[in-house]
């Protein structure tokens, strides 16, 4: 008899939903916010891409196969490099399988829709599918993983509770018990140790001692407490490797009062050593021998084709973690909204707030604990229409007219209700609903194509993205009596996630790429954005423009920096930390936004939705906050401005300053920095005195010049800030003013 258990996940969240529905699928990423990324692990390879949410691998014949969330059961065949797998499509059995178990030639897989499923191994593909039990009492409650017991039967989890199943190879079922939260827990996945149970559930892995000789009453209890929220499970028969959504683990249960120990939580391409790329979903585990697979999905099933398999050693010895963070360095700001669709910030007499597009609740306004420093939804609990708009379906991305205080939102559920405009009192920084209803909701152009992004043009004009079509239009006098106008669309012309204006021109976040409209103003419905960066920024979901100098780009798992003056773009960071919990890695960013200050922030949702509340905001802070001035000086006189850089690195550095982009003369001194360490802490300031000597003449006008702050620990940390000088041509002044009557 040959047993093994190899973790998977889910790809049906919702029951009943049918295979059309994967894109609502995200419980693989449940509750990432919690995930631990210790202070070790070894370093793994990527051994293939191109599939969707893998979410179990199992050996067969030494070769593996692999749960894909749309093609189903499938072989792994060698590729073009060595140590390298590429899916085979024609070996593939459909079904929205979970966990995979084999029984010498006998093939068992959990299947969400259908229960349990087994097919017959001939040495080289799959037949004879048969349905062993269709777990009809249950079915709705997500069968995932699987495990052969040494008795020869099958065990069978559940992803909605914590029920845990025995059945039979003729279909016999008998429930043996729950993992330790009982029904209203879930188990991801099962591995055997002898006649004992492993569990991949809730926040540790749980055992269940001597599961063979349960009926119904037996519960799981913690073990490897070092693991925090496993997704996956395997034994090679020595240590068993826990998955969680950044991490593998490995633990011995030989010795359980040991802790577990990080293996590995990031890995390089084939024939690469950098650069290291973090794992981000990690949801199905397969060994054989040494040779242990991880599946992931950075995505979590949302992007056609962009999970992954790692291949490790099981016999490495662990090494340094991975460490990822690049220029910006990101701390948890706030936790309690869902699938954040967009993020601006709105000034006003109290000092101005953020507001989010927050998939239930609407357009809601952020407050921050002056304590922590972390945001979350006002009155959650009793939301109010002066700091909510929740009639809506699914809010996407907002935008703001700054000069007339309105703000305009589009509602991007497929049963949505158009194109929505709020009146906001910048006195009392809230909203008042606009009387007349949707601004713009005819079904033709609007509902039926499903707006979801929006940017206020230079040309005071409503840009409008559709995520149906990719389309862009514009919405002129959107402030009285709309009109539609036809612009373009996004470079695939299949679908649009948000907008940014840098200039004149429009930035379009599309269904897979980064695209440009030049002079959108000019548009009349023929501009198709040009394609940027293809193959470096995949599948953007957010952007945000910091008015000067930088584009901001939001994907799957990075949030990248982007100059459109040069198209250089770089990862500005992809982790960030709670506080307690270091480097856990962005998922699925869909709103980013800067405050006055200079510090970008970034939401996303682990879950994309599926589990209410777990979206996040990342403060996403440069090396140094930029600093933006401006002035006025007489001719032949110089101008001084004070600069307070503050240093956001965490440790003490000096820095270097340059000058760039000016005419006139421009000369400074800089002092060294340091940083008060802390969430939201204080930051120390760094203060730089900037000379801009005004030349003689009346052109030019004005002068800008950017100033450079550069690390000299890490020589590419650097903050850029912009000072505009304005030359006054002539003195001025100003009357007297006399007491007494005019004689």
Known sequence: MNYQSNAGQSTRMFPGAGRSGWICFALIAFLVFFAIQPSYGAVATRAAIGLVAPAGIVFLGGTPWVTDHLQGLCRLDPGGIAGTFVLNVGTCQLGAFGQVAVNG??????????????????????????????????????????????????????????????????????????????????????????????????????????????????????????????????FDGTNLFFGTVSAVYQFNPATPATPAILFANGGTAPGTTTPVLPFLNGSALGVNGTLLLLGDDPTAGAGLGQGRIWSMDTTALPGPSLTNMVLGTAAHAAGNFTAPAGLIWVPGALGGHFWVSDHLNGFCRLVKDPVTGIFSVEDITGLTSTIAYRNVVSAGQATFDPVRNLIYLTDNATNNTGIHRLVFNPAT?????????????????????????????????????????????????PHGTPTMENVGTEPGAIATTQLAFVNNNLFVAGSNNLGRINNAAACTGTCNAVTLLPTTIVTP???????????????????????PA???????????????????????????????????????????????????????????????????????????????????????????????????????????????????????????????????????????????????TTLTSKTFSLLTTTKQLFPLHLPGIFKGAVK
């Open 105 to 234: 030639a006998t093939v068992y897989a959990a299947d969400n829709d259908a229960g349990l499923i087994s097919f017959n191994f001939n040495g080289a593909t799959l037949d004879t599918r048969t349905v062993v039990n269709p777990l009809t009492a249950r079915i709705a409650d997500l069968p995932n993983g699987v495990a052969i017991g040494p008795d020869n039967n099958i065990y069978v989890s559940y992803i909605r509770n914590g029920f845990i199943e025995q059945v039979t190879p003729a279909g016999l079922l008998t429930t043996i018990g729950t993992d330790s939260a009982g029904a209203g827990g879930g188990v991801m996945a099962l591995a055997f140790v002898g006649n004992d149970l492993y569990l991949a559930a809730g926040e540790t892995p749980e055992l269940i001692a001597n599961a063979t000789a349960c009926v119904g009453a037996c519960q799981g209890g913690a073990v490897a407490t070092t693991v925090s929220l496993p997704q996956a499970v395997v």
């Open 429 to 477: 920084e809230e909203i008042n609903l606009d009387t007349s209803g949707p601004l713009v909701n005819d079904p033709v152009t609007i509902i039926n194509n499903q707006p979801t992004a929006a940017a206020f043009g230079p040309d005071n004009k409503v840009y409008v993205g559709f995520g149906r079509t990719g389309a862009i239009s514009r919405i002129a006098n």
């Open 541 to 563: 979901g957010a952007l945000a423009y910091d008015g000067a100098r930088f584009l901001y780009i939001g994907t799957a798992d990075t949030v990248w920096r982007f100059n």
């Open 566 to 712: 040069d198209g250089v773009a770089e990862t500005y960071s992809n982790q960030g930390t709670t506080g307690v919990l270091p480097n856990s890695p962005f998922q699925n960013i869909s709103a980013l936004a800067l405050d006055p200050e200079g510090t970008l922030y970034g939401g996303d949702d682990p879950t994309l939705g599926a589990a209410a509340g777990q979206g996040r905001l990342w403060a996403i802070r440069p090396y140094l906050l930029p600093i933006k001035d401006g002035k006025i000086g007489e001719v032949g006189t110089q101008v001084t401005y004070t600069l307070n850089f503050k240093n956001t690195s965490g440790v003490a550095d000096s820095f270097t300053l340059n000058h760039l982009g000016h005419n006139w003369t421009t000369t400074g001194t800089f002092a060294n920095g340091t940083l008060n360490t802390g969430l939201m802490a204080v930051d120390a300031v760094t203060t730089a005195t900037i000379l801009v000597t005004v030349p003689a003449g009346i052109f030019p006008l004005s002068d800008t010049a950017e100033i450079s702050a550069t690390s000299v």
